[in-house]
């Protein structure tokens, strides 16, 4: 069921929010040649608990770690590591989750570890840019395909591939709710989107083919070609005009 969210409850997903974006600056802005994963981890915990809120993806359905963060052919829920050191033209995308007063924001961010291909700035820099172009697409009266049509028509005309295998979704009491919002689709499919819905947008696009495996460790999903890839996301408000973003 999509529950619609009141002002108020907003105001706290908003404040939740907040601490995501400070998270992911500090984590885009950290991401340098030598550092490891699991530094950076700790930095995020740090800094949540610092803000007295939650870290929503510690101990989700086992999740052992405060962010996710996917390096290079990772393309979502790389678990942070001692082992796993950026090295110079790695991208590393960052996941993170924030619980305030019993509500819940995400939002992801991808970045290049100092001089990166070519190749990596313009998957970067597409997948950054589809999720604006998914952005403008919640708004009321729209349907939840209109978002996923937005985002894979962008992709796929600058010659990459959206994941199929992960979604967007609902976000508010859950870290998870309903509706699910593929990263593709034909418009106009789907539920109707109203005002006071809160969803969670985000790209998941590959440099190669669409394929995607999830290695032994349960959690870190790679590409199948061994090609790059990037992610982005905002937690954003349904309006009457545009999505409103909350992260």
């Known amino acids: ?52 809120c939650e870290p929503a993806f510690k101990g989700y359905k086992g999740y052992p ?18 082992k796993a050191r950026l090295a110079d033209g790695d991208i590393i995308g960052f996941d993170v989750g924030v619980g305030f007063d019993g509500y819940y924001a995400d939002a992801a961010r991808t970045v290049g570890v100092g001089k990166v291909s070519d190749k990596a700035r313009e998957l970067i ?39 199929r295998h992960f979604v967007g979704h609902g976000v508010g009491k859950e870290i998870h709710e309903a509706p699910e919002i593929p990263n593709f689709g034909k418009p106009n499919k789907g539920a109707r989107l109203m005002t006071g819905m809160v969803l969670a947008i985000e790209p998941m696009v590959n440099a ?34 545009k999505g409103e973003i909350l992260t």
């Open 1 to 52: 069921m999509i529950v619609i969210k009141s002002t108020e409850e907003i105001e706290k997903i908003r404040v939740a929010g907040r601490i995501v974006n400070a998270v992911l600056n500090a984590l885009c802005n950290s991401a340098k040649t030598g550092i490891t994963t699991a530094e950076l981890d700790e930095m995020a915990y740090e800094m949540i608990i610092k803000a007295k």
């Open 65 to 82: 770690a405060t962010i996710c963060a996917s390096i290079n052919d990772q393309v979502v829920h790389g678990i942070p590591s001692k």
């Open 125 to 163: 820099d597409v997948t950054r840019i589809s999720l604006e172009h998914a952005i403008e697409q919640a708004k009321e009266g729209n349907r939840v395909s209109d978002i996923s049509h937005a985002v894979q028509s962008y992709v796929e005309d600058n010659g990459f591939n959206v994941v």
């Open 208 to 241: 190669g083919g669409f394929e995607v495996k999830v290695l032994d460790d349960g959690w870190t999903a790679v590409t199948k070609d061994g090609s790059l890839s990037a992610h982005f996301e905002h937690t954003i408000a349904v309006t009457k005009f």
